[in-house]
């Protein structure tokens, strides 16, 4: 199989899909790649690094889509790339379709395979190729959320750990899973007084155990969402919902009870937000204000430390992208796992969460393989 490998072309998005590194494993197993001319820029890595794994180099995307079976990349298409997908071709990147019905609607008229890294399942329950970037931007909103907290960004002016006689910000984590675990790791060790706010009894007894009570855990309900969110100067999004539209916990009325200059980092922008007020963001223009709440919704946070992020993202997809090129529809049929992960085959939605979102009929992975 011939694997193609384009440049990011993202707003501010210099990760890459393949490293030198995982070229060689494809090309090991005995596959081209192709990657375009460039694409490595982000992460410091130049064309001679891919040819010296093994990569030819092209000069185009357009050479990329054309010659390629099998498209790697990091974040969802771009009109001008699913312009370029066809029929027969696997796509294997973050995609986010169900806040995106524009895409969806490219994805479909393409007929392409594309397989999804955030619905991408394990054995323990886990979104294991989403994890990574889940860590990555967990860890980044604190950083984010501390720079816009300066008087000069917008914000209230408090440093996020206090120093000896003044306390430190109060910072509300709105999820306890990979992104919140992260933010509230970071904050707590500067210093900050922390709460994650849950509706799993079960994780937020895990919390407690990881934090030994230097963070508070609270049952999320309207009350103690309101509360929480009322307190804090910082406020993290991190709600997830696999493959669907993130829910709206955060209301506009309720921003008129936080305080003034405070700050809110919506890590689930990609899957729509969870504020009500939130859209999506670039890194040329992070930030914009409502109603005194200043609001950070950058859509492909990771995309900010690329050389961390392309590292981890391939550590986490290189084995299953590997099974695509080895056995392409073969893989996605014999792998539950991987079914989970297909989003759109030939025209049909194959996510029920996405279907859900966006009104399409949801066709069940194993008969739309079957059908192929």
Known sequence: ??????????????????????????????????????????????????????????????????????????????????????????????????????????????????????????DRGGLPLLAPMSEVAGRLAIQAGATALQKANGGRGILLGGVPGVNPAKVAVIGGGVVGLNAAKMAAGLGAEVSIIDRSITRLRELDDIFNGRVRTVFSTIDSLEQEVFAADLVIGAVLIPGAAAPKLVTREMLSGMNKGAVIVDVAIDQGGCFETSHATTHSDP??????????????????????????????????????ADRGLRAIAEDRHLRNGLNVHKGRITNKAVAEALGYEMHAPEAVLAVA
Request: glycine residues 10%; hydrophobic residues 40%.
């Open 1 to 122: 199989m011939r694997v193609g490998c384009p440049k990011e072309i993202k707003n501010h998005e210099y990760r890459v899909g393949l490293t030198p590194g995982a070229v060689r494993e494809y090309v090991a197993h005995g596959h081209d790649v192709l990657v375009e001319t460039g694409a490595g820029t982000g992460i410091g890595v130049d064309d001679a690094a891919y040819m010296a794994a093994g990569a030819k180099i092209a000069a185009t995307a357009k050479d990329v889509f054309e010659k390629s079976d099998m498209i790697v990349k990091v974040k969802e298409p771009q009109p001008s790339e699913w312009a370029q997908l066809r029929d027969g071709q696997l796509l294997y990147t973050y995609l986010h379709l169900a806040p995106d019905p524009e895409q969806t609607k490219g994805l479909i008229g393409s007929g392409v395979t594309a397989i999804a890294y955030e619905t991408v399942t394990d």
């Open 287 to 324: 930030t914009y204000e409502v109603d005194g709440v200043v609001h950070y919704c950058v859509a492909n946070m990771p995309g900010a430390v690329p050389v961390t992020s392309t590292q981890a993202l391939n550590n986490a997809t290189l084995f299953h992208g590997l099974a695509l």
